[in-house]
């Protein structure tokens, strides 16, 4: 089947293709994967009693859990001989989690970056500057191959080294750059100073934003800077990494490339299934992987499916921004929190620069959420009524909002650590 018939299937075909695909992995599972034909017939589960997609409930869930205690090669299904390539992904804690691809696996990655490079305009032509760290992290190499098979130039510049890259988007008038919003921002910092105008003095047309939970304001704020489409890209490394979903030309949720992965939402407390638009975790199912097929994996990450087709035309669903990993959230003072959505705050205020940090504490026996917020340098020096206010403001808005009353702490801008990979926005020091 062509591409671009893949992705306008109507959705009774789309959903064959799923249901096939689905069996077919599920059939292959039970007899080359130890792990899962152990776990799905203690559960009284068999392959020939799959007769629709709704069926998939029946089975277990894969918890990162599983992927770390069966570390390296648990869940392994091919022979050595046909497996190319590992990625790791680290977490926060523990051992890491393999990730392996056969040479099928790596096409079919790349098939999707390629497809959703060229859903948002990038074509032959474009030079595509690869900001994503290379190694065992899925968003250097696994996009790179995307990119080359869809034809344009690659850098594979990697992250950081700023200078550098800088140097690099001005020698081979980069038109195309993937990565992590919190990198785009700090180098935005460092062309400002060394007297760059990214708009204007250099040649990019579209940004690939992902890796990390970030805001509409955010988006808005880089787009602006850069004088680019940035266009949100959704990807964790169990699931391939990067391609998993991605945003068109409309910039309105990511579309899930459904002839991949089996989406479903779950309430992540009693691990139901929910309906389209309500939000949950997201489980996702690899059917059309060889090497090392996942199903039901729950990412941890809480978003919602848009109950309507897109207007673009694809049938493949689109989930909404992420709004974090369930174990980003945190309790403080008896109210849920995500650093997401005090994001979204901060950064509808004109005066904020780019970044912030969030810090949780105990003052005597009080729970405290300090957040301290860069701000511009032409306010931070301006009058400190306007300050004064701005800090109250802010205070004002998030305590509304968020039913929490936080310390605002404004700060002068580049005080606050600066990442060029996926950033640390919340410090924890509650601990007793
Ligand atoms: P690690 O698990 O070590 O952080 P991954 O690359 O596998 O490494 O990270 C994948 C995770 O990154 C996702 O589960 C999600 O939480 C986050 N993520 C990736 N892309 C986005 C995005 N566009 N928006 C929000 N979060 C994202
Ligand atoms: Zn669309």
């Keep these: 089947m062509r591409e671009k018939d893949i992705q306008y299937l109507d959705k009774e075909q789309l959903y064959e293709l799923q249901l096939s695909r689905f ?3 599920i059939e292959r599972l039970f007899t080359s994967s130890p792990f899962y034909s152990k776990l799905w017939k203690k559960s009284g589960i068999s392959p ?17 859990e599983d992927l770390r205690r069966n570390f390296p090669f648990g869940l392994l ?28 696996d790596i096409n079919e990655a790349a098939r999707l970056i390629a497809r959703s490079m060229k859903m948002t305009g990038a074509k032959r032509g474009d ?41 690099l988007m001005q020698d081979f008038k980069t038109t195309i750059v993937h990565i992590t919003p919190s ?46 489409d940035a266009f949100n890209s959704y990807g964790l490394s169990e699931m391939n990494g990067p391609g998993v979903a991605f945003e068109c030309k409309r910039k309105d949720g990511m579309h899930v490339w459904e002839d991949n992965f089996i989406l479903e939402i779950i309430d992540p407390l009693t691990g139901e299934n929910l309906p389209d638009g309500e939000e949950g975790e997201l489980v996702l199912s690899t059917i059309n ?24 035309g694809r049938t493949h669903r689109r989930i909404s921004r992420i709004k974090g990993r369930v174990d ?11 650093p997401s959505e005090v994001e979204r705050i901060i950064m509808n205020f004109p005066e904020v620069a780019r ?39 802010i205070k004002n808005k998030i305590k509304s909002e968020l039913m929490v009353t936080p310390k605002v702490e404004l700060i002068e801008p580049g005080t606050l650590p600066r990442t060029t990979g996926k950033s640390r926005r919340v410090i924890d020091n509650r601990k007793l």
Excluded: W
């Excluded at 969030?358 to 300050?387: A, N, Y």
């Design 289 to 312: 992987r060889e090497a090392m097929p996942i199903i039901r994996y729950r990412t941890g990450d809480i978003t919602y499916v848009y109950p309507e087709k897109c207007r673009c």
């Design 183 to 228: 990198y785009a921002l700090y180098l935005a910092d460092v062309l400002e100073e060394r007297g760059v105008d990214p708009k204007n003095d250099l040649d990019l047309r579209i940004f690939y934003l992902g890796a990390e939970p970030y805001s509409e304001e955010t988006r808005d704020k880089i787009e602006k800077i850069y004088g680019v």
């Design 48 to 64: 020939d009693k799959i007769k629709s997609l709704q069926d998939i409930r029946r089975f277990p869930f894969t918890s990162r």
């Design 23 to 25: 069996k077919r992995t």
């Design 328 to 338: 980003d959230m945190f309790i403080i003072r008896g109210v849920n929190v995500f």
């Design 77 to 104: 299904t091919l022979p050595l001989e046909k497996v190319v390539r590992v990625h790791t992904s680290t977490g926060t804690t523990g051992k890491p989690k393999a990730i392996f691809f056969s040479k099928r």
């Design 127 to 167: 030079v595509f500057q690869n900001m994503m760290s290379y190694g065992l992290f899925t968003g250097g190499l696994i996009f790179h191959y995307g990119a080359e098979r869809l034809g344009v130039l690659v850098i594979p510049a990697g992250a950081g080294n700023t200078e550098r890259q800088i140097e």
């Design 355 to 393: 970044n912030y940090q969030i810090i949780l504490e105990r003052e005597s026996s009080l729970e405290v959420m300090r957040v301290k917020v860069e701000i511009k340098k032409r306010f931070f020096d301006g009058s400190i009524e306007h300050l004064r206010s701005l800090q109250e403001r």
